[in-house]
């Protein structure tokens, strides 16, 4: 089974940026991890700071790869093109958050993602992303 994680905006910086929220590991630590923990799957992580390249990322993944796991970072709350993309494509999307979005700032709640995602994974760290690839991993039990 193949799984791309897509990481939006500055989740490049995860392990300096603010890390009482999102921790001191940076993804590439954390990314070895997933690779180790779920060696039967076939792991792929791409990460932009750029919202077009992230809608381009989930076009050229959509039958691609069996599911994506999908952190847009704040275009989470802005982006109808990135919620509109994970519509158009066949690929199960989750939506995955380090924070627990809810209980932060109002602008956090909106997601243009949800009503499109699979599911939602928030809040758990980055164990969210384990979460995340996990709930793809029950489909096929
Ligand atoms: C985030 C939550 C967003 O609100 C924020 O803009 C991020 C990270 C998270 O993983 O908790 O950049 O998606």
Redesign the pocket.
């Known amino acids: 089974m193949k799984i791309l994680i897509i990481n ?4 490049n910086l995860l392990g300096t940026r603010e890390p009482d ?2 921790g001191g590991k940076t993804f590439e630590e954390y990314f070895s991890h997933l690779q180790f923990k779920f060696r039967s799957l076939e792991l792929s992580y791409v990460q932009s700071n750029i919202e077009g390249e992230i809608i381009s990322e989930l076009h050229n993944a959509d039958k691609t790869f069996d599911g994506i796991v999908l ?4 275009y ?2 802005t982006s109808l093109a990135i919620g509109d993309a994970v519509k158009a494509i066949e690929t199960p999307v989750v939506e ?4 627990n ?1 809810h209980a ?1 700032e109002e602008f ?1 709640h909106k997601s243009f993602i949800a009503a499109n995602a699979k599911g939602v994974i ?1 809040g758990f760290g980055l164990k ?1 992303y384990d979460l995340a690839i996990t709930s793809f991993i029950k489909d096929e039990e």
Not at 71 to 74: D, E, G, L, P
Not at 96 to 99: A, G, K
């Open positions: 939006g905006p500055n989740l929220i999102y952190n847009a970072a704040a989470t709350h995955v958050h380090i924070s979005t932060r956090r928030l969210s």
